[in-house]
């Protein structure tokens, strides 16, 4: 990482200072340091550019959030959230989470240096037409985001958004994933006993929003914790193996169902997906007291066992309808002609 001299103090350095590797800069304008290269995503208060340093020609992503936006939306909430997840992407340091190379403030924007992702995000792959995941692939995407809540968790940091949208490859092979934005992440302050702390925000994308975080909202004094990471992951996982989302109905019926904990395995499409597989989701999608953790997680016979296409246990002796092929990322169900759900966010 290059390192440029230390500027005059940020205006928010006491906000954001924790220990970290990555330079905070106040510069003048991103152009100093960056060749900006076009835009590649944009939404709520930020924008994300490609870009290659001046520096060393390196790619980077660089999302640039207004301050002026920021403080003005919803009474200065936006900005909580932009401060806490500089801070954050400042502490991280894991293969399955995004690099964040700089902080950057000039006299408008809040910029954060990350590594450039070239691959689709998850949700992207999901929706390629007629594919779905083998299950052999789907296990590397569980187990890398498994690995990156698990250190999270570790450090008191809960995400609070894992969803498809928020999972990328980290290059055009499709092999390694990354956890993203961490926009509606945050630290517990209990780091004596984090499994006991709790938090009271209602955010994330309703989707992949665990139960209690939802009721969060209508008895704050309940609150939640790192378990709410799981039931998202879980979510996650059930979308992988049948490209549909567990819970995807417009509300209320979707809070409902959630809180309910009413999803269906669909005969057509999970008739051919392994029983541990189910019985996995079956574990991540309950009460948070009896909610796998990320450790438990990757203990599970589905993850830790599932090595190869003569692990993969179906729940049918219909296996001729299945294709699993080691070098493939998707499944092909050759009997189903399934169309893709239209995805929202919150």
């Known amino acids: 990482m290059t390192h440029v001299d230390e500027p005059s103090a940020s205006p928010d350095d006491n906000v954001l200072n924790v220990p970290t590797s990555a330079s905070s800069l106040f510069i003048d304008d991103i152009g100093a340091c960056y060749d900006v290269l076009g835009i590649i995503g944009k939404g709520g208060t930020a924008a994300i550019y490609a870009a290659c ?3 060393n020609q390196e790619k980077h992503a660089l999302k640039v959030m207004d301050k ?8 200065s909430v ?31 924007d809040f910029i954060i240096s990350m590594e450039l992702l070239e691959g689709l995000d998850l949700f992207q792959a ?35 958004d894992i969803n498809p949208c928020n999972i990328m490859f980290a290059d055009r092979d499709h092999t390694t994933v990354k956890l993203i934005d961490f926009g509606f992440s945050t630290m517990l302050l209990d780091q004596a006993d984090q499994a006991a702390a709790i938090m009271e925000e209602q955010c994330g994308t309703v989707a992949y929003m665990a139960p209690e975080v939802i009721q969060s909202a209508m008895s704050p004094e309940a609150g939640y914790g790192l378990a709410c990471d799981m039931w998202s992951v879980g979510c996650v996982l059930y979308c992988v193996l049948s490209a549909t989302e567990a819970f995807y109905q417009d509300p209320p019926e979707v809070l409902y169902k959630i809180i309910s904990t009413k999803y269906d395995f669909v005969e057509e499409v999970w008739t051919f997906v392994s029983n541990d597989a189910i019985e996995l989701i ?3 999608l309950v009460d948070q007291s009896v909610r796998l953790t990320a450790t438990q997680a990757l203990g599970h016979p589905w993850l830790s066992g599932l090595d190869s296409k003569d692990g993969l246990q179906l729940s049918t002796a219909s296996r001729g309808m299945f294709t699993v092929d080691p070098d493939s990322m998707y499944t092909s169900y050759t009997d189903i002609d399934h169309e893709s759900e239209e995805h929202g966010e919150s």
Do not use: W
Request: aromatic share 6%.
């Open 53 to 55: 340093s001046r520096t």
């Open 78 to 108: 936006i900005l909580k959230f932009v401060l806490t997840e500089i801070r954050i992407l400042r502490m991280l340091d894991h293969p399955n989470i995004i690099k964040c190379h700089n902080i950057y403030e000039t006299k408008d």
């Open 126 to 160: 999901i929706q390629a037409q007629d594919h779905r995941f083998a299950e052999i692939r789907a296990t590397a995407i569980i187990r890398d985001v498994l690995h990156a809540v698990e250190y999270l968790h570790s450090i008191g940091c809960v995400h609070r």
């Open 282 to 284: 079956g574990s991540l």
């Open 68 to 75: 002026f936006d920021a403080r003005e939306a919803k009474g």
